[in-house]
């Protein structure tokens, strides 16, 4: 085999023979340039695993290309690589494992199996699983777990802000959630044994910004909002009917378009605002987690674990007046049957409400952060409207600090009287 000193100016001048060729490097032993015949050229290098010698068998590593790698980068790589197998490692047998490893998919199928199924919510789950499905495994899913790399992790960014159903805010947003459950799925990974100790790709690409959704209701939008519960529990909330529909004529006439929607309905929607829970716990609310006495409700598992909601005396009142029917609160389409289950959603009463209200762009959660803001901004203190709204971390509360106007309001107003004092009047004209 040539041997060389292989520089920029030596490895330009190469040419492609007949048959692979390895040119060693003169300086450092087994580092070479293997060139194909069809001009194909890698850096490699060949060791001898173990306590070596002639007895021990030669194992060859690919460490990269010209395209990739200067000669002064490749040499400097053999060095490196040759100082860890002079300390007992097998690079080259470490890779070979890396590729017999787990690809992405066998990989989110245990994560999914063995851990979140089991050690997760049933929604949790369902998110995951769609994050995989849809994202992760389409992009990534054939690679070997071990070899992906943050700039493959970059790809599969990419690859979902420019969906076709997932573009501006939406597909920033859908991505960062993507990224997090990959990086969950290799810190599990890694420390189950199933990636290599510390394989996290995920944690160097830059997430995107995210816009927080902040809806506060203001006193006209809750008057609003109260006066179209009452309609709807009472008269009805009127609909309308596409008159060049064939079904439109055995429609009800004009004056008698109206649903009334039941007790449950709007007893939910005002437990939102009244309690500021979270919609799975008003919805999935038994019965049995009701303490009308002591005025709380018990709950045994929400987002954070077990929770005790403080109940106020008008969601005392709206709980004491339901009617009982099957052992869910806010009773559903089962209610009272063998398999009763909860309510699914109030999807289509919360819109019919939102626009006899003439409300846009709330969210049923942004009854929780309405009941927030009107808390901080009576200045009760971040940790009592906290721990009303069952944070486990103060930070979780610290975004509605911005809300909690009344000191600073109180100090303008004392720097604005004496600046206006000093000028010669209140109003700050001199006379």
Do not use: C
Request: proline fraction near 4%; hydrophobic fraction near 40%.
């Amino acid at each position: 085999m040539p041997v060389l000193k292989l520089t920029r100016k030596s490895v330009g001048a190469l040419q492609p023979t007949d048959k692979i060729t390895t040119y060693f490097d003169s300086d450092v032993k087994g580092f070479g340039l293997r060139v194909a015949p069809t001009g194909a050229r890698s850096w490699i290098l060949e060791y001898r695993p173990g306590a070596g010698g002639r007895a021990v068998a030669k194992k060859r590593l690919k460490l990269g290309t010209p395209a990739t790698m200067s000669p002064e980068e490749a040499r400097d790589e053999a060095v490196r690589t040759l100082a860890r197998v002079a300390l007992g490692a097998d690079p080259a047998s470490a890779r070979s494992d890396e590729r017999k490893g787990d690809t992405v998919a066998e990989l989110a199928s245990k994560y999914l199996r063995d851990h979140v199924q089991v050690k997760r919510k049933a929604r949790t789950y369902s998110e995951y699983k769609s994050a995989i499905d849809r994202y992760i495994v389409p992009v990534l899913g054939s690679m070997r777990s071990s070899l992906v790399t943050a700039s493959d992790v970059a790809r599969l960014q990419a690859h979902i802000t420019r969906g076709k159903n997932t573009k501006g805010n939406s597909g920033r947003t859908m991505a960062n959630r993507t990224l997090a459950v990959l990086s969950a799925m290799f810190t599990w990974a890694s420390k189950h044994g199933l990636a290599p100790a510390g394989h996290n790709p995920v944690v160097v690409v830059e997430r995107f910004k995210e816009r927080k959704m902040e809806r506060f209701l203001t006193s006209a939008e809750l008057a609003a909002l109260g006066e179209a519960l009452t309609e709807a529990e009472t008269t009805g909330l009127p609909y309308e009917v596409d008159e060049t529909k064939l079904k439109a004529k055995h429609a009800a006439k004009l004056e008698n378009r109206r649903t009334v929607y039941g007790p449950h309905v709007v007893a939910a929607i005002r437990l939102f605002l009244l309690t500021g829970a979270r919609r799975r716990e008003i919805l999935d609310l038994r019965w049995s987690d009701v303490d009308l006495e002591r005025g709380a409700l018990f709950l045994p598992d929400s987002k954070t674990g077990r929770k005790t909601v403080v109940l106020s005396s008008p969601a005392l009142a709206i709980l004491e007046a339901l009617p009982r029917v099957g052992k869910y609160v806010i009773a559903g389409a089962s209610a009272g049957t063998k398999d009763e289950k909860p309510r699914a959603d109030l999807n289509k009463p919360w819109g019919a409400v939102l626009r006899r209200a003439g409300l846009e762009n709330v969210r049923l959660h942004d009854l929780r952060h309405s009941f927030a803001s009107v808390g901080v901004g009576g200045s009760l203190g971040l940790p009592i409207v906290g721990k009303l709204l069952g944070h486990t971390q103060a930070a979780t509360t610290q975004r509605y600090a911005h809300l909690d106007t009344d000191p600073l309001k109180k100090a303008a107003d004392a720097i604005g009287e004496k600046i206006s004092s000093a000028m010669g009047g209140k109003d700050g004209k001199t006379s």
